[in-house]
Every structure is written in structure tokens, then in C-alpha cells.
T-cell receptor, first 113, second 115 residues
Framework: GNSVTQMEGPVTLSEEAFLTINCTYT??????LFWYVQYPGEGLQLLLK?????DKGSNKGFEATYRKETTSFHLEKGSVQVSDSAVYFC????????????FGTGTLLAVQP | NAGVTQTPKFQVLKTGQSMTLQCAQD?????MSWYRQDPGMGLRLIHY???????DQGEVPNGYNVSRSTTEDFPLRLLSAAPSQTSVYFC??????????????FGEGSWLTVV
């Protein structure tokens, strides 16, 4: 079945450091890929998405490129801030009637000043 | 600017009690769903609905009931609470146009503890 694997955390970085959170997926067909962010005590917010191979999603300085050949959707940011501290979830959707999202286990990012 | 609204935000239940988590959305979305979030397991789908009067089971439906009498509302009922149902619950909604790229919008979560 479809699944998402993302790197375990926590990831601890200093402010202005480069961030990569790895995400790989297993899916039949052509899923859409998402990154959601969850700030402390809040719900999930869509950070970015890509709906087909080679698409790049971007938002708030974060980027991720849909790589079909490596089945990956790694999240990157060039210079993190303390306010980026949160849990990041990679997810996929294969559409269809269920519109179901399959999530990775989440990666906690802690950015220190 | 309400989006997806869940109540209550926090609840403590005793084993065996029943309760209903409320969810409402004001975006006229056809699709609504409930997820639970547990440490180290990401989010798992409990139940979902593709329109009023239509519901179906997700990955972890046991112990939960849902109904969808209106487009706006999708309550989740715990029939007889168990400690294993201690979790954070998220309601979500989206359009349903057959594509895989629909953005799913989440509520702020309901923290449930069963003692």
C-alpha cells in the first residue's frame, strides 16, 4: 500500500542554518505530495504541495521538489528562524473517492537563537 | 474566516463514558474527515464523508461513530471511551473534484484524555 517515510527528529538547528527534512514515499500511480506544519498547540496547516513530477512547491522560504525517479519530496529552507520551530509532516494523496491523506510520522524541528 | 471549527478543545473522560466531538466547516466542502494523532504514528484516518448522508470507515474506525446530516457538520462519537482513545483528534475538510491535489484544511484539534 501507499506509505510515507520521513526522517526522525528532533532536528535541532541554530538560527540561519540550512534545513533539510527528508521524505520518501511509496505509491502506485501519480500521487500528490504535501508538507504540513504544526506549530505548538495548534492544528495542521498546509505549507506547500506539488501535484506532479518535477513540480516545486514553495511557501514562506520553504521548498520541496517532487522527484518521481527517487520517490522523494524533501523539504528545504535556506535560513531557518526560531519561529520555524514546529512539527513538519510529509503526506501524500492519491485522490479518488476517499481523498485520504497518508502521513509520515512527523519531524520535530527546534531552532535555537 | 472560520474554516474548520472543532469543539471542545480539551476534554477528560472516564473509561466507559461517551461523548461527541463537534466539527463544522463553512467552506461548503463536500469532503470531511476525522484523524487521530498519536506520538510516533503521524495522523491516521478514522472516518470520512464525501457528502451529506454518506460516511465510510478509515484506517482506525473501531470505537467511533460518525454521521453527516448536513454539509457543514461532521460529529465524531466515542461510544464507550477507553484509555487507548487518548489522543489528539483533528477534523478536516476539502473540496472533492476527483483530483489528488485538493488541499485539505484542518481544525485546531481536540485533546482528549481517557482515564
Amino acid at each position: 500500500g501507499n506509505s510515507v517515510t520521513q526522517m526522525e527528529g528532533p532536528v535541532t538547528l541554530s538560527e540561519e542554518a540550512f534545513l533539510t527534512i527528508n521524505c520518501t514515499y511509496t505509491a502506485t500511480g501519480y500521487p500528490s505530495l504535501f508538507w504540513y506544519v504544526q506549530y505548538p498547540g495548534e492544528g495542521l496547516q498546509l505549507l506547500l504541495k506539488a501535484t506532479k513530477a518535477d513540480d516545486k512547491g514553495s511557501n514562506k522560504g520553504f521548498e520541496a521538489t517532487y522527484r518521481k525517479e527517487t520517490t522523494s519530496f524533501h523539504l528545504e529552507k535556506g535560513s531557518v528562524q526560531v519561529s520555524d520551530s514546529a512539527v513538519y509532516f510529509c503526506a501524500l494523496s492519491d485522490g479518488g473517492a476517499t481523498n485520504k491523506l497518508i502521513f509520515g510520522t512527523g519531524t520535530l524541528l527546534a531552532v535555537q537563537p | 474566516n472560520a474554516g474548520v471549527t472543532q469543539t471542545p478543545k480539551f476534554q477528560v473522560l472516564k473509561t466507559g463514558q461517551s461523548m461527541t466531538l463537534q466539527c463544522a466547516q463553512d467552506m461548503n466542502h463536500e469532503y470531511m474527515s476525522w484523524y487521530r494523532q498519536d506520538p510516533g504514528m503521524g495522523l491516521r484516518l478514522i472516518h470520512y464523508s464525501v457528502g451529506a448522508g454518506i460516511t465510510d470507515q478509515g484506517e482506525v474506525p473501531n470505537g467511533y461513530n460518525v454521521s453527516r446530516s448536513t454539509t457543514e457538520d461532521f460529529p465524531l462519537r466515542l461510544l464507550s471511551a477507553a484509555p487507548s482513545q487518548t489522543s489528539v483528534y483533528f477534523c478536516a475538510s476539502s473540496e472533492l473534484d476527483g483530483g489528488a491535489g485538493n488541499t485539505i484544511y484542518f481544525g485546531e484539534g481536540s485533546w482528549l484524555t481517557v482515564v
